[in-house]
């Protein structure tokens, strides 16, 4: 085997996302006290409005954009969007705060051998979608060994058919 076969890049870790932000003060401003992030220092070389922000391990980088009119505004609240995702202690809670600042949401449930997790999902103000769940509920278990599963079901087609040949071939 081939060392670092499965970390070609050596990656370490997840450092940040970026997002662009019709408002950079309106996002810190929802990303401060709906999600509990802090500011942190910004490199002052930058010639572009932005602002850095950290929590929960990861940083968010706020991007101020130049065209904030042309930016899209989604009204739908879709699961099945791009969307990054938090673990929280008491999903009640979460529910109960989101109600308190009349933050729209929509409820989901997952539900994986009789394993639960349930979803809450909400946008930021520039319509990034944000999902709060308790999904460490649910085991992290590799394929290493088993056939790799597909949601979709032209992939899984393929994905079978290809098993099916290997098994064939042995």
Same mark, same amino acid.
Request: charged share 25%.
């Given at each position: 085997m081939k060392e670092n076969q499965g970390n070609p #890049?050596? #990656?370490?870790s997840l450092n940040h996302i970026s997002l662009v932000c019709r408002s950079v003060e309106?996002?810190?401003?929802f990303y401060q006290n709906v999600l509990g992030f802090d500011p942190i220092r910004r490199p002052g070389s930058f010639d572009f409005s932005g602002a850095w922000l950290f929590g929960h391990g990861i940083g968010i980088h706020l991007l101020q954009s130049e065209n904030p009119e042309t930016l899209p505004k989604k009204k739908e609240i879709n699961p099945k969007d791009n969307h990054i995702s938090f673990q929280c202690e008491s999903m009640g809670e979460v529910e109960k705060k989101l109600k308190d600042m009349e933050i729209e949401y929509v409820r989901a449930m997952v539900e994986e051998g009789g394993i639960y997790v349930d979803q809450l999902f909400f946008h930021d103000p520039d319509g990034f979608m944000i999902?709060?769940?308790n999904c460490d509920n649910l085991p992290v278990i590799p394929l290493a060994g088993e056939m790799a599963r597909s949601c979709s079901r032209v992939n899984l087609q393929v994905l079978q058919r290809q098993h099916l040949h290997q098994v064939v071939q042995q």
């Open positions: #890049l050596h #990656l370490k309106e996002s810190m401003n999902e709060i769940c």
